[in-house]
């Protein structure tokens, strides 16, 4: 059937838009489908670096639980070296160092924490790990090294275990009023569901006759 006159102006203009415009259209056409088909590739690839990692820190916590301690260097440096961005390496070097912590390897627990504090995957694992060096410092008598430590700004959640600690530390350098100061703000700043932990900083806090 014969094309009107104004279905012939249609196809005419569509033809000439798409002389214009046609090239840059099929380029964004392009660039989205190798955009998705790179969203795809990414996507793949982390699953695959979180299965490794998992099954890395499986590894770790296997070892640890064997009191394996080749094992446990093996899995915890492949995790570090391999897969650091992961929250496994993480969870993996505090686990690790929490095994050398209570084997008395204060060393090894330190070099654990210190690769948590530089390269840790979140600020919260961060925050742990600067608590438990700074128990680890404490344990040494490094009592200005714990307390630097203890003057950065954690999260909500850690506030009353560094407010604890940076009493116990003040206590070991013989600081009383200081400590006490302390121990009021890990009281203030504690859950209230955590019974155990606020009767045992009460009883510290009483030892000092606060």
Same mark, same amino acid.
């Given at each position: 059937?014969?094309?009107? #006159? ?20 099929? @380029? !964004? !056409? ?5 955009? $998705? ?6 996507r ?15 590894q ?9 301690? /080749? ?11 391999? &897969? ?5 390496? +993480?969870?993996?070097?505090? %686990? ?11 060393? +090894?627990? /330190? ?13 919260? $694992? /961060? ?8 128990a ?11 307390? /630097? ?8 959640? &850690? ?5 604890? %600690?940076?009493?116990?530390? %003040? ?6 009023a200081?400590?006490k100061?302390?121990?009021? %703000?890990?009281?203030?700043? @504690? ?5 155990? $932990? ?6 510290? #806090? ?5």
């Amino acid at each position: 059937m014969a094309l009107d #006159l104004e279905e012939q102006e249609q196809i005419a203009e569509l033809k000439a838009w798409w002389r214009q415009h046609g090239t840059r259209i099929l @380029s !964004i !056409i392009a660039a989205v489908a190798v955009g $998705f088909a790179g969203w795809v590739a990414y996507r793949s690839y982390s699953q695959s670096q979180s299965q490794q990692a998992s099954a890395l820190y499986e590894q770790v916590a296997k070892a640890a639980g064997a009191n394996d301690a /080749k094992a446990l260097r093996d899995a915890s440096g492949a995790l570090a070296e391999s &897969y650091s961005g992961t929250a496994y390496a +993480s969870m993996g070097a505090l %686990l690790a160092a929490r095994h050398y912590y209570d084997r008395n390897d204060l060393k +090894s627990a /330190k070099a654990q924490l210190q690769w948590v504090l530089e390269r840790g995957s979140s600020d919260d $694992f /961060k925050d742990l790990a600067r608590l438990r060096l700074a128990a680890v410092l404490l344990d040494e008598k490094a009592h200005d090294e714990a307390l /630097k430590l203890l003057e950065a700004k954690p999260a909500a959640a &850690y506030e009353a275990q560094y407010a604890a %600690l940076r009493g116990d530390v %003040l206590v070991a350098k013989n600081q009383a009023a200081e400590a006490k100061a302390a121990y009021k %703000l890990a009281l203030e700043k @504690s859950d209230r569901k955590n019974a155990a $932990f606020q009767e045992s900083v009460r009883m510290r #806090l009483e030892a000092l006759g606060g």
